[in-house]
């Protein structure tokens, strides 16, 4: 979802911009614009559609310098038009901004300067922004350009990052947040500011993220940081904890596969370290939390969106199952919102890859507000929720590009199955059973490396089924989440209706939908049960289905029964869902490419959401 790129320093700033853009395009984003300050004006360049359609306009675009600004936009005010895409200038273009976010005081704002006979040229939110910037430059032209803007701050509802340029303060650029990321990339004799990191790595390895409501003067070789409230700021400099080839795709040809393929080495990196000297149990130096302190616990309540709440709805089967614990499972978007009752010795958990998304962040600040401790889950070192949380775990997966999650997930799931077990030892899990959990995650790397065998198998049976339009997804008890999982992807991924249900509720309603048109994925690695699933399968192909089942041992019913089977192995309850999401994250990947969609880019999707 919208990103922003601002450069300042020594060097021509248009092709770092695009560079930038380029590097941030896995977010989503449907226009693309620069503005450089040339010869002491203002010039913009914007695009709809991709990154590379501006790169293409920006060979004929002759003007340049060592400032300049860039965003790519995710439409939420106006339609997707050039006229709407950022940067957006203030009347008689003294200054220039690119906005994150949405202001929600925004039509106020824009009656207000009407008034004032600004003349306004978008639909946009952004756009009375930079008009009121200019109006307050005009009311005092004495303040300096960081006053400026503060001072117009203070008058804005709403959420945004920004950057902004100005003609009249030529060697500096302001940066901006509440509720949307921003971080400053520290250079030498340059400075880049950035909402997403992978739009700086390639120049510096050194960033000071901004807290919400901190605004940033930047010039090429300093910078400073001040509370909007002119409060002094104690700067941290981190330094990035991923690989540049992350960013790379390596000979693959689309992020996804590379990621689904990368996720042996991602399951070890999540693991590592993190097993007691005994091999019986598991640790995590990020939560502070002492034993005596965990067995005060007497409930957890996870709180996530998308991919990541599927991954704490199995971490939920698994810490109940061996822990014995209550586990709450909430969408992030409803929690912030609804008052949920907690008990007392609750513990909350927020789960987020980026460790931007904005419902997440937000259910993070009600729970702490409430006065709970609540530890984090995250993928990304330095983000918004992982400074906003007490203490946690990060997943170390590396960048993810793709936007549809899957090294990301699978690695949310083994933190979840090691933390089911950390709680489980701490309760009545003996060190026998103990230490056969940790050598089932330890066998992790090398069984998913088996499963990845299947890419071809999987493969042949998409093309099969790719002009299906109706998909069920059944699967039973922490299986379910992972048919949840399977129904999103292929969503996101082949724009195709799938839908989701625990095996046994398939009678209660969905059963209506089935027909020779309908094709049912049972993730029947549940072994408990198979007899039960068995029959759910019968009763599909009495009414005309096709089965593809997922499977874990060689019955001869299942040739039998079913139209396609694909065999993993049989694992360990504790890992068996981060094993069964891999066939179906391939299943969606290849419905995807032979249905001709842009799998690391689906449309409409952003990988991180920071606007509501
Ligand atoms: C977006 C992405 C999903 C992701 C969700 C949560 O909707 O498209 O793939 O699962 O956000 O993201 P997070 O970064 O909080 O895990």
């Given at each position: 979802m919208c990103g922003i790129v601002g450069y300042i320093g020594q060097k021509e700033a248009n092709g770092i911009l695009i560079d930038g853009l380029k590097r941030m395009e896995y977010r989503g984003y449907d226009s693309a614009g620069i503005a450089v300050l040339d010869k002491g004006s203002i010039f913009s360049l914007k695009r709809v559609g991709k990154v590379m359609e501006l790169a293409k306009a920006q060979t004929k675009f002759h003007h340049h310098g060592p400032i300049g600004i860039g965003h790519t936009r995710w439409a939420t005010h106006g339609n997707v038009s050039e006229r709407n895409a950022h940067p957006h200038l203030s009347d008689g273009n003294r200054f220039a901004v690119v906005h994150n976010g949405i202001i929600e005081n925004y039509l106020q704002i824009k009656a207000f300067l009407t008034e004032k006979n600004y003349r306004f040229t978008s639909d946009t939110d952004t756009e009375t922004l930079a008009n009121l910037i200019d109006y307050h430059y005009q009311k005092a032209p004495y303040l300096s350009f960081a006053e400026i803007v503060r001072k117009t701050l203070l008058h804005i509802e709403g959420t945004y990052g920004i950057a902004v340029m100005s003609k009249i303060f030529a060697d500096e650029i302001v940066v901006a947040r509440k509720s949307s990321p921003l971080l400053i990339g520290v250079g030498e004799g340059e400075n880049i500011i950035a909402s997403d990191a992978a739009a700086v790595a390639r120049y510096t390895r050194c960033v000071v993220y901004l807290n919400d409501g901190e605004i940033a003067s930047v010039r090429s070789d300093n910078f400073s940081i001040t509370t909007l409230h002119e409060n002094a700021v104690d700067v941290i400099r981190h330094e990035l904890?991923?690989?540049?080839?992350?960013?790379?795709?390596?000979?693959?040809?689309?992020?996804?596969?590379?990621?689904?393929?990368?996720?042996?080495?991602?399951?070890?990196?999540?693991?590592?370290?993190?097993?007691?000297?005994?091999?019986?149990?598991?640790?995590?130096?990020?939560?502070?939390?002492?034993?005596?302190?965990?067995?005060?616990?007497?409930?957890?309540?996870?709180?996530?969106?998308?991919?990541?709440?599927?991954?704490?709805?199995?971490?939920?089967?698994?810490?109940?199952?061996?822990?014995?614990?209550?586990?709450?499972?909430?969408?992030?978007?409803?929690?912030?919102?609804?008052?949920?009752?907690?008990?007392?010795?609750?513990?909350?958990?927020?789960?987020?890859?980026?460790?931007?998304?904005?419902?997440?962040?937000?259910?993070?600040?009600?729970?702490?507000?409430?006065?709970?401790?609540?530890?984090?889950i995250t993928n990304v070192v330095g983000s918004t929720i992982a400074r906003a949380t007490d203490a946690g775990i990060y997943q170390h997966a590396g960048l993810e590009m793709g936007v549809a999650s899957t090294k990301a997930f699978a690695s949310q799931i083994t933190i979840l199955s090691m933390l089911a077990l950390l709680l489980a030892r701490i309760h009545d899990m003996d060190a026998i059973a103990g230490l056969q959990y940790v050598q089932a995650l330890k066998s992790l790397p090398a069984i998913t490396n088996e499963i990845l065998k299947l890419s071809d198998p999987i493969r042949m049976i998409a093309e099969k089924y790719y002009e299906c339009e109706r998909f069920l997804f059944l699967g039973r008890q922490a299986m379910y989440p992972i048919a949840l999982e399977g129904a999103l992807k292929l969503k996101e991924i082949a724009y195709v209706h799938a839908e989701a249900f625990p095996t046994a509720e398939m009678k209660h309603g969905p059963i209506a939908l089935i027909s020779d048109e309908t094709v049912c994925l049972f993730i029947a690695t549940q072994n408990e049960l198979l007899d039960k699933t068995m029959n759910n399968i019968q009763e599909v192909k009495a009414r005309g289905g096709k089965v593809i089942a997922i499977v874990n041992n060689d019955c001869i019913a299942w040739e039998v029964f079913c139209d396609e089977v694909l065999t993993i192995p049989e694992v360990h309850p504790g890992i068996n869902p981060i094993v069964s999401v891999i066939p179906l994250q391939f299943f969606a990947y290849y419905i995807g490419i032979l249905r001709g969609c842009d799998v690391d880019r689906p449309r409409n999707l952003a990988k991180s959401v920071t606007v509501e």
């Open positions: 904890d991923w690989e540049i080839r992350d960013m790379d795709l390596e000979g693959y040809p689309h992020y996804m596969l590379k990621e689904i393929v990368e996720q042996p080495f991602v399951i070890e990196n999540a693991m590592r370290g993190r097993f007691t000297a005994d091999g019986c149990s598991a640790k995590f130096g990020g939560i502070s939390l002492t034993p005596q302190e965990l067995r005060t616990v007497d409930r957890l309540l996870f709180c996530a969106c998308g991919s990541a709440y599927h991954a704490c709805l199995a971490g939920k089967y698994l810490i109940e199952k061996y822990a014995r614990i209550p586990v709450d499972v909430e969408y992030a978007s409803e929690f912030r919102y609804r008052n949920a009752p907690l008990q007392r010795n609750t513990l909350v958990f927020v789960v987020s890859q980026s460790g931007e998304t904005i419902d997440t962040l937000a259910a993070l600040h009600e729970a702490k507000r409430r006065g709970y401790t609540v530890l984090g």
